[in-house]
């Protein structure tokens, strides 16, 4: 029986004794998140005599979370390996020149949002990797220079053996030796010419991320609208940490767009193309900069937060997917909605931002955007995501734009048509800008009561971009047992001092 730690940090991220994680199945994960836990398990295993200089760390995964963590812990004097799949560190970001990420911007409404930046004031420690909002594959960049400063101030300190990194190698499997006192790990063959020294640890930290984004739908048409789909056809969209086509629209002519989703994913895209702005932050900033609209914002926004705190505590301890939090999530949505109307009824806002917002879409080249996700609210998302949509939708119905701009609740994607070609899954980019057909099916949350009536009536779109969530399958990429999803509440800064 795994043994319980007194660390509440520990004991939360265990999986197996001397085995942790920090990704599978946690909630919230945005990048500073992982940042904050890849700091705080190294400095907890020193803390509880885990690991030491004599008592080797494996951190198995080389994103934000695990560079941060084999960093930590090898400042700290522990001899670490961290293994990373691919050849890259920070992959997933180094991939991706579309994506303009905001440290703060999941803090709205809190006053600190606005900075920008992590930590947000010179009074909080700093972390490794501080940054300031910039595109993924410039901010990846960053990283890898303080990346190698840190290893080279390690190197300096405590030799260059002691932080040992292995790109192209992959973490299969471990067991337990020793009676219990190591953990002893499978590689599988590399043709890196670097060899681990090393194959058993005092303890593994896995940071070997989220699982696999689901991008796919069936490809071509049901049966009852004469079907001729191929069995097995797969229509896939551009993933969300590719660098995507929806910042180039304009070479598309005038595209018709469809997002499906509600999670952050699919939201950060319908509200960064809606209005043409890099992000939902930049949307915020433009949508709300007149005086009367200012006046207004505090009163709009002090109710949002009480909203937000009390649904993230209701969630902490609802079953994901439950008709609790279904409940839960609506009466957010609701509250959202409610906030969005008082703020544009209150004096003179209505008169600012309605022109605003049309003469901002006026000058978007698309057809129309449609927004099309499962229920008649979003699941646990970022607050400023949330209440963007929820502005976008009545501006909408009060600007007149519903032929430019369609936001469809419990709604979900039954096939994607590609009309005179081929879907290809291993070119997602190859389908954009081409004719699609979308059938759609009426959706619900899981347990308030699926109708699947399906539309004969498809839609037409040009960009389909598909943001279902995340596919964890039943098996840890570490072969562990797998984790129970998990919500948690986390510091908005580096609690503590760290190195
Ligand atoms: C749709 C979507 C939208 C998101 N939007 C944002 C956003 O706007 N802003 C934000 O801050 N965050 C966002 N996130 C979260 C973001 O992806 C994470 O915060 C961050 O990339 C996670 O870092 P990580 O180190 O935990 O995992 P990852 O960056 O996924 O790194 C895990 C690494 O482990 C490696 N690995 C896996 N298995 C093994 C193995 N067996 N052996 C060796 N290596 C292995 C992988 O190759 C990978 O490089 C989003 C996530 C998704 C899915």
Redesign the pocket.
């Known amino acids: 029986m795994t043994p319980v730690l007194a660390d509440p940090f520990l004991a939360a991220h265990q999986l197996d004794p001397l085995v942790f994680d ?2 599978w199945g946690l909630a919230p ?6 940042m904050l836990r ?1 700091s705080i398990i190294a400095q907890r295993l020193v803390k509880a005599r885990l690991i030491g200089p004599a008592e080797p760390l494996l951190v ?8 941060t963590a084999a960093l930590t812990a090898a400042a700290l004097k522990v001899p670490t390996h961290l ?4 050849k890259i560190l ?4 180094r991939q991706c020149a579309t ?1 303009y ?1 905001h ?1 703060c911007q999941y803090d709205w409404p809190l006053p600190h949002w606005e900075s920008s930046s992590f930590p947000d004031s010179e009074d909080w420690p700093r972390l490794l990797f501080a940054y300031q909002a910039n595109y993924a594959s410039q901010l990846a960049k960053e990283w890898k220079t303080s990346y190698l400063q840190a290893c080279s101030a390690i190197s300096s300190i405590h030799g260059a053996a002691h932080l040992k990194v292995f790109t192209n ?4 499997n471990y067991t337990h030796v020793a009676s219990g006192q190591r953990v002893q790990v499978t590689f599988s063959h590399s043709d890196s010419p670097d060899k681990p020294t090393l194959n058993s640890f005092a303890a593994l930290v896995s ?4 699982g696999a ?1 689901r991008v796919q739908a069936r490809s071509g048409r049901p049966h009852s609208a004469g079907g001729r789909s191929s069995p097995g056809a797969v229509f896939k969209s551009v993933g ?2 590719q660098t995507d086509t929806l910042s180039q629209l304009d070479e598309y002519g005038t595209p018709r767009i469809v997002i499906v989703g509600a ?3 699919a939201l ?1 895209d319908f509200l960064r193309v809606v209005g043409g702005q890099k992000s939902a932050a930049s949307l915020f900033s433009r949508l709300m900069e007149g005086p009367a609209t200012q006046t207004a914002r505090p009163i709009i926004e002090r109710a949002i937060q009480a909203a937000e705190d009390q649904a993230q505590r209701a969630a902490m301890w609802a079953e994901p997917n439950s008709t609790e939090d279904h409940s839960i999530q609506l009466r957010l949505h609701e509250t959202h909605r409610a906030q969005v109307n008082r703020l544009l009824d209150s004096p003179g806002v209505g008169d600012e931002i309605i022109p605003l917002f049309q003469a901002m879409i006026k000058k978007q080249c698309y057809q129309q955007i449609t927004l099309i996700y499962g229920c008649n609210h979003f699941p646990q998302t970022y607050a400023l995501n949330r209440f963007l949509v929820c502005l976008v939708e009545e501006l909408t119905k009060r600007a007149s734009l519903q032929k430019r701009i369609e936001i469809m609740p419990e709604t979900g994607i039954h096939y994607v048509d590609c009309i005179d070609h081929d879907p290809d899954p291993h070119n997602p980019k190859a389908c954009c800008g081409r004719p699609h057909e979308l059938y759609l099916e009426g959706r619900q949350c899981l347990k308030a009561g699926t109708s699947k009536t399906v539309s004969s009536t498809p839609i037409g779109a040009d960009l389909v971009v598909l ?1 279902l969530g ?1 596919e964890r399958g039943d098996e840890h ?2 072969k562990s047992r797998p984790r129970v999803p998990h919500r948690q509440m986390l510091p908005y800064m580096p609690p503590y001092p760290v190195i």
């Open positions: 920090i990704c994960v945005s990048i500073r998140d992982q890849g198995v995964g080389a994103g934000m979370a695990g560079v293994v990373e799949s691919q920070f992959a997933l970001q994506r990420l440290p190698l992959k973490v299969e940071a070997a991320g989220f984004e969300f940490w999670g952050d994913g950060q943001r995340i990429p570490v």
